[in-house]
């Protein structure tokens, strides 16, 4: 079974580049990495999906290596409005049924 | 367009009793997930569904079921509640599979007494 594993918590200041990997040894040659932002009594809100290399859309990038072990979710420019739990998310294939893996997310805490 | 619609927002029982949660999905979503979330486990896959089938299921006993209509509207039944399942249930849609983007509800808060 493939397994997410990432920070429980990251720290950073307004106006910095955050950095959050996640690390997913097992994932499938067809999975893709999806990541997830949640605040507090919210269903998670997407935030960007890669299959392999480099994604950017207009509030993050993702970095994958070239073995997809691993993911780096980079978010450019923090504000207060972005400490909230990050979900990284890939997908397991076991059979017919599909596994659903999620990380624990990490806690990003913005401080002024 | 309307977001995925959750009903109650809010629930509580107590310990034997079943509950069922409602979900509708996004106009023309025909996938939807169910989810359970508490602050040890994080966020755990309970089923998705399709077409009025399920088609993924995660490691839930059997009191975890679920169903879905042809109007893609769904439901989650727990049965003989357990203190343990306390927690917020999001439901999520998405057009055609779970490695789509998804969007959540903002879920159902259950408190077993």
């Known amino acids: 079974l493939a397994k997410t594993t990432q920070p429980i918590s990251m720290d950073s200041y307004e106006g910095q580049e955050v950095n959050i990997t996640c690390s997913h040894n097992?994932?499938?040659?067809?999975?893709?990495i999806t990541w997830y932002q949640q605040f507090p009594s919210q269903g998670p809100r997407f935030i960007i999906q890669g299959y392999k290399t480099k994604v950017t859309n207009e509030v993050a990038s993702l970095f994958i290596p070239a073995d997809r072990k691993s993911s780096t979710l980079s978010l450019p420019r923090v504000s207060l409005s972005d400490t909230a739990v990050y979900y990284c998310l890939v997908g397991d294939h076991a059979g017919n049924n599909r596994k659903l893996i999620w990380g624990l997310g990490t806690s990003l805490a913005v401080n002024p | 367009k309307a977001g995925v619609t959750q009903t109650p927002r809010y629930l509580i029982k107590t310990r034997g009793q079943q509950v069922t949660l409602s979900c509708s999905p996004i106009s023309g979503h025909r996938s939807v997930s169910w989810y359970q979330q508490t602050p040890g486990q994080g966020l755990q896959f309970l089923f998705e569904y399709f077409s009025e089938t399920q088609r993924n299921k995660g490691n839930f006993p059997g009191r975890f079921s679920g169903r879905q209509f042809s109007n893609s509207r769904s439901e989650m039944n727990v049965s003989t509640l357990e203190l343990g399942d306390s927690a917020l249930y999001l439901c999520?849609?998405?057009?055609?599979?779970?490695?789509?983007?998804?969007?959540f509800g903002s879920g159902t808060q259950l408190s077993v007494l």
């Open positions: 999520a849609s998405s057009l055609a599979g779970v490695n789509e983007k998804l969007f």
């Open positions: 097992n994932i499938a040659t067809n999975d893709y």
